[in-house]
């Protein structure tokens, strides 16, 4: 019988420890039939930090994500996943991955407690241990209250945390997260947040696909970029998009957009809603010097940001567009 | 890997979820005691129409209220088994839960052997239910307990054989109600359709062949009489009467032609036969044919009968060479097991022959005794092993080639 640790104890010796493998993953290709989902990914998501996984729909992401959970074969490529081969122990492999697809599937007449007590079980542990980590896990996703309601009566985003709880259930060392955020409510994505905050500071190798950017900027320490099944050198995209649009927004609109003319600085006007408009700037020293200037030229400046999280402007900068 | 990883606690934890979940539902009481009821009701009317209408003893009653409700109760549970294997694996694929399970520390085989299992316990719960109503055909007398325990086991067998095949229908389909048609396909297929095919290929084994019975020449049977005539005229006798000079036997033509049907070469078509099996295997005994009065004229018996008489097949001509009853003169001449005979005088003196030569019999192959069922469970059990194989090979992870149109998940 595995031992396994309470999900929020603290790892017994941060840093200390030897680097516990995460996940690798070189020219990693799948077709289906003819259609190539994952055309040549290589990436590798460390130990003890979240990565992001981040592509626009039909990238191949959730493909990646199965090859990666031990579900399917990859036509081409290694994958070590816990410092297992899958193309050699993939059992050894998927029984210390918990992985969470992006469609919700339950059976509808079992309790949540019964549910996750089922897969404790299928994960080798034994009744009473499996019943008790059930009822664990539901506290720790704030389901406790529907323990002994069947798993119908759930609303998307319950289910949704039902979902995260069965995926971790066993105490996986790699945690596979197939858009873990959608039909969360803001709170539950704070808490979804700390969670995978917490994971990652316990050691865990944490891979999250997701489309909410902005959350995964503030949790992600990595991440990875699959455009039409290839993963990008994000590093290169950065280095090309160091040119930002930053917002600008006055009490009199008419007077900053003669100040930004009367600079020969071009702009555009930014959302319909307000008077607020977009301008180019290399970078953060130019924003402050366009401020200076602003202000000492009397423009009653309120409001200068960047566009958009870094994620969401490396994302966009992707050429290739929706699958 | 680890596709055929086999341990009692995977299985456990599968069966346990599966059947959790159809004992939570009520419909499935409903149905159990709408099944009891409805048994019960047809128990009455067969029992009504023998006696009241046939004046039957008890006994006769029991025979075929036994033979029925047996053959209703297979016909049923052929009937029920495809609805609760045929959706097994297939609907945790459309409720998306399949590939969850697949994830785990659960083989293929756990997942497979598991789902089976409760399918199979699901069904045989309907077989159960009718136990109260075969008691009640032993109660009245003519069927034993071994009858009624056979019939049961094989019912059990053929329920778990067509829960194989949904459950390998379930594997390989991605819709429940296609995995569902083609269960109920397979079990009319292996009822109706191989009946449909073996008639057919009889009626095609039909040729008129030249009548000749293998027998005492005629030259040969008089001076045999003749003996038993001095033997029995002679007043002491100190030796026993001779036996019967079998080795003279020949084929005699009779001149005229009959058109045979050759079923023993297609009586194999009924062999995965479920009410075959049932019957061949707890079938009251009936007697060799050639009496020609059988102990029992139940279905049950009528249908081994048949399958035995059609494995034995037919030709143009019989073995009248001391290899059952026969007559020689007017002198009865039945064999006994040491390869002596019993001969009857037209008097009625019955004697014992001396040993003689053991008759041969150009007619060797099977006997209507030698049981059919063997065979009949042995091919159930290499359909019900390619289903299964089936299943585990397409519950395998991971997926090499996926089905088009199949996401895993
Ligand atoms: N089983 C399959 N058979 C055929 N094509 C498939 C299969 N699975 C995925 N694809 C195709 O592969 C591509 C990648 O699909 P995938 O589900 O991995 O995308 P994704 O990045 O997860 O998209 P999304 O953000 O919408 O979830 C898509 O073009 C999809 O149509
Ligand atoms: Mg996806």
Same mark, same amino acid.
């Given at each position: 019988?595995?031992?396994?640790?309470?999900?929020?104890?603290?790892?017994?010796?941060?840093?200390?420890?030897?680097a516990?493998?995460?996940i690798?993953?070189?020219?990693?290709?799948?077709?289906f039939?003819?259609?190539?989902?994952?055309?040549?990914?290589?990436?590798?998501?460390?130990a003890?930090?979240?990565?992001?996984?981040?592509?626009?729909?039909?990238?191949?992401?959730?493909?990646?994500l199965?090859m990666?959970?031990?579900?399917?074969?990859p036509?081409?490529?290694?994958?070590?996943?816990?410092?297992?081969?899958?193309?050699?122990?993939?059992?050894?492999?998927?029984?210390?991955?918990?992985?969470?697809?992006?469609?919700?599937?339950?059976?509808?007449?079992?309790t949540?407690?019964?549910?996750?007590?089922?897969?404790?079980?299928?994960?080798?542990?034994?009744?009473?241990?499996?019943?008790?980590?059930?009822?664990f896990?539901?506290?720790? +996703?704030f #389901?406790?209250?529907y @323990?002994? *309601?069947?798993?119908?009566? %759930?609303?998307?985003?319950?289910?949704?945390?039902?979902? &995260?709880?069965?995926?971790?259930?066993?105490?996986?060392?790699?945690?596979?997260l197939?858009?873990?955020?959608?039909?969360?409510?803001?709170?539950?994505?704070?808490?979804?947040?700390?969670?995978?905050?917490?994971?990652?500071?316990?050691?865990?190798?944490?891979?999250?696909?997701?489309?909410?950017?902005?959350?995964?900027?503030?949790?992600?320490?990595?991440?990875?970029?699959?455009?039409r099944?290839?993963?990008?050198?994000?590093?290169?995209?950065?280095?090309?998009?160091?040119?930002?649009?930053?917002?600008?927004?006055?009490?009199?609109?008419?007077?900053?957009?003669?100040?930004l003319?009367?600079?020969?600085?071009?702009?555009?006007?930014?959302?319909?809603a307000?008077?607020?408009?977009?301008?180019?700037?290399?970078?953060?020293?130019?924003? +402050?010097? #366009?401020?200076?200037? @602003?202000? *000492?030229?009397?423009?009653? %400046?309120?409001?200068?940001?960047?566009?958009?999280g870094? &994620?969401?402007?490396?994302?966009?900068?992707?050429?290739?567009?929706?699958? | 890997?680890?596709?055929?990883?086999?341990?009692?606690?995977?299985?456990?934890?599968?069966?346990?979820?599966e059947?959790?979940?159809?004992?939570?539902?009520?419909?499935?009481?409903?149905a159990?005691?709408?099944?009891?009821?409805?048994?019960?009701?047809?128990?009455?009317l067969?029992?009504?129409?023998?006696?009241?209408?046939?004046?039957?003893?008890?006994?006769?009653?029991?025979?075929?209220?036994?033979?029925?409700?047996?053959?209703?109760?297979?016909?049923?549970?052929?009937?029920?088994?495809?609805?609760?294997?045929?959706?097994?694996?297939v609907?945790?694929?459309?409720?998306?839960?399949?590939?969850?399970?697949?994830?785990?520390?659960?083989?293929?085989?756990?997942?497979?052997?598991?789902?089976?299992?409760?399918?199979?316990?699901?069904?045989?719960?309907?077989?159960?239910?009718?136990?109260?109503?075969?008691?009640?055909?032993?109660?009245?007398?003519?069927?034993?307990?071994?009858?009624?325990?056979?019939?049961t086991?094989?019912?059990?067998?053929?329920?778990?054989?067509?829960?194989?095949?949904?459950?390998?229908?379930?594997?390989?389909?991605?819709r429940?109600?296609?995995?569902?048609?083609?269960?109920y396909?397979?079990?009319?297929?292996?009822?109706?359709?191989?009946?449909?095919?073996f008639?057919?290929?009889?009626?095609?084994?039909?040729?008129?062949?030249?009548?000749?019975?293998?027998?005492l020449?005629?030259s040969?049977?008089?001076?045999?009489?003749?003996?038993?005539?001095?033997?029995?005229?002679?007043?002491?006798?100190s030796?026993?009467?001779?036996?019967?000079?079998?080795?003279?036997?020949?084929?005699?033509?009779?001149?005229?032609?009959?058109?045979?049907?050759?079923?023993?070469?297609?009586?194999?078509?009924?062999?995965?036969?479920?009410?075959?099996?049932?019957?061949?295997?707890?079938?009251?005994p009936?007697?060799?044919?050639?009496?020609?009065?059988?102990?029992?004229?139940?279905?049950?018996?009528?249908?081994?009968?048949?399958?035995?008489?059609?494995?034995i097949?037919?030709?143009?001509?019989?073995d009248?060479?001391?290899?059952?009853?026969?007559?020689?003169?007017?002198?009865?001449?039945?064999?006994?097991?040491?390869?002596?005979?019993?001969?009857?005088?037209?008097?009625?003196?019955?004697?014992?022959?001396?040993?003689?030569?053991?008759?041969?019999?150009?007619f060797?192959g099977?006997?209507?005794?030698?049981?059919?069922?063997?065979?009949?469970?042995?091919?159930?059990?290499?359909?019900?092993?390619?289903?299964?194989?089936?299943?585990?090979?397409?519950?395998?992870?991971?997926?090499?080639?996926?089905?088009?149109?199949?996401?895993?998940?």
């Amino acid at each position: 019988m595995t031992d396994y640790p309470a999900l929020s104890s603290p790892p017994a010796a941060p840093n200390t420890q030897p680097a516990v493998p995460g996940i690798f993953a070189r020219n990693v290709r799948r077709t289906f039939g003819s259609v190539l989902a994952v055309a040549d990914v290589s990436f590798t998501a460390p130990a003890a930090a979240v990565t992001a996984l981040i592509g626009p729909n039909g990238s191949g992401k959730t493909t990646l994500l199965l090859m990666l959970a031990g579900l399917l074969r990859p036509d081409v490529g290694q994958i070590n996943v816990a410092g297992f081969d899958m193309a050699r122990s993939s059992y050894e492999a998927r029984i210390r991955i918990g992985w969470m697809p992006d469609t919700l599937g339950t059976w509808d007449s079992l309790t949540c407690a019964e549910i996750l007590t089922g897969y404790g079980r299928a994960y080798g542990m034994s009744k009473a241990f499996a019943t008790e980590r059930a009822h664990f896990m539901l506290r720790q +996703l704030f #389901l406790a209250e529907y @323990a002994n *309601a069947p798993a119908r009566v %759930l609303s998307r985003g319950q289910k949704q945390r039902l979902g &995260l709880a069965r995926a971790l259930v066993h105490d996986p060392q790699v945690v596979l997260l197939d858009e873990p955020a959608s039909g969360l409510d803001p709170r539950s994505r704070i808490e979804l947040r700390d969670l995978l905050r917490s994971l990652a500071d316990a050691g865990k190798t944490v891979l999250v696909s997701s489309h909410v950017l902005s959350e995964l900027e503030e949790i992600a320490d990595h991440s990875v970029f699959l455009q039409r099944g290839q993963s990008i050198d994000v590093r290169a995209i950065e280095r090309n998009a160091t040119v930002r649009g930053w917002r600008l927004e006055a009490l009199d609109p008419a007077a900053l957009q003669a100040f930004l003319n009367s600079r020969n600085l071009p702009w555009r006007p930014g959302s319909a809603a307000t008077t607020e408009v977009i301008v180019n700037l290399p970078d953060q020293q130019a924003a +402050l010097a #366009l401020l200076r200037e @602003a202000v *000492a030229a009397g423009v009653p %400046l309120h409001t200068i940001a960047p566009v958009s999280g870094r &994620l969401e402007e490396t994302y966009l900068s992707l050429d290739g567009e929706r699958q | 890997m680890n596709t055929w990883r086999l341990s009692f606690s995977g299985v456990a934890t599968v069966l346990s979820l599966e059947l959790s979940q159809r004992i939570r539902s009520k419909k499935m009481y409903i149905a159990l005691g709408v099944w009891f009821v409805f048994m019960g009701f047809i128990t009455w009317l067969i029992n009504q129409f023998f006696y009241a209408a046939l004046y039957l003893e008890a006994e006769g009653v029991s025979g075929w209220l036994f033979s029925l409700i047996t053959l209703f109760v297979m016909g049923m549970s052929l009937l029920v088994a495809p609805v609760f294997s045929a959706s097994a694996i297939v609907s945790d694929r459309e409720h998306g839960v399949l590939a969850t399970l697949q994830a785990t520390k659960l083989s293929a085989v756990e997942i497979a052997a598991g789902k089976l299992l409760a399918s199979w316990l699901v069904s045989l719960a309907f077989v159960v239910v009718t136990i109260p109503y075969v008691g009640y055909a032993v109660w009245l007398g003519g069927v034993s307990l071994q009858q009624v325990a056979v019939a049961t086991a094989v019912v059990f067998i053929e329920v778990a054989l067509i829960c194989t095949i949904g459950l390998g229908w379930s594997a390989i389909t991605s819709r429940a109600v296609i995995s569902t048609v083609f269960t109920y396909l397979s079990v009319a297929f292996m009822t109706v359709i191989t009946l449909i095919i073996f008639a057919t290929a009889t009626a095609m084994t039909v040729s008129d062949e030249q009548v000749s019975d293998w027998e005492l020449p005629l030259s040969a049977e008089r001076s045999y009489v003749a003996d038993l005539n001095a033997w029995f005229a002679s007043s002491s006798n100190s030796a026993a009467p001779p036996a019967p000079p079998w080795e003279q036997c020949a084929w005699v033509e009779r001149g005229y032609s009959s058109s045979i049907a050759h079923t023993e070469y297609t009586w194999w078509l009924l062999l995965v036969n479920p009410f075959v099996i049932v019957a061949d295997a707890a079938a009251s005994p009936t007697v060799p044919l050639q009496d020609s009065v059988l102990d029992s004229t139940d279905p049950l018996a009528l249908i081994k009968l048949g399958v035995r008489s059609a494995r034995i097949g037919d030709a143009a001509g019989a073995d009248n060479c001391g290899a059952s009853t026969t007559w020689l003169g007017d002198y009865r001449i039945a064999p006994r097991s040491d390869g002596t005979f019993t001969i009857t005088s037209p008097d009625g003196i019955a004697v014992i022959s001396a040993p003689g030569t053991k008759p041969t019999s150009p007619f060797a192959g099977y006997d209507i005794d030698d049981p059919v069922w063997p065979w009949g469970m042995a091919s159930n059990a290499i359909i019900a092993a390619a289903f299964f194989y089936l299943a585990v090979r397409r519950l395998s992870v991971p997926y090499g080639v996926l089905p088009s149109g199949q996401r895993v998940a």
